[in-house]
Nanobody
């Protein structure tokens, strides 16, 4: 059974930083591309950042480029999202997401962690 344990969310002031962590279990972590998504109240879920299975490539939403960094540790089965210079518009529930790189390209979601940016 695939499970994710997300942590690191919370309340932070504008301009502050947070580091989200997602620990995966029940899957061969090294053959999954990993992503972070977020969903703000009343909005659709959006892709924030992706890192390929070998960490060779990363991609970011335009809204977070230069402020957020995604990374992973294939030994510890962990993926991280370092968030700097946080803005109120970054407030959302952040979700860990895994997608197998080969067929059947199955996907899995974490339960989400709340990030609130407010003074």
């Amino acid at each position: 059974q695939v499970q994710f344990v997300e942590s690191g969310g919370g309340l932070v002031q504008p301009g502050g930083s947070l580091r989200l962590s997602c620990e995966a279990a029940g899957l061969t972590f090294s053959i999954f591309d990993m992503s972070w998504y977020r969903q703000a109240p009343g909005k659709e879920r959006e892709l924030v950042a992706t890192i390929t299975s070998s960490s060779r490539d990363t991609n970011y939403a335009d809204s977070v480029k230069g402020r957020f960094t995604i990374s992973r540790d294939n030994v510890k089965n962990m993926v991280y999202l370092q968030m700097n210079s946080l803005k109120p518009e970054d407030t959302a529930v952040y979700y860990c997401h895994a997608r197998r790189t080969k067929w059947p390209n199955d996907v899995y979601w974490g339960q989400g962690t709340q990030v609130t940016v407010s003074s």
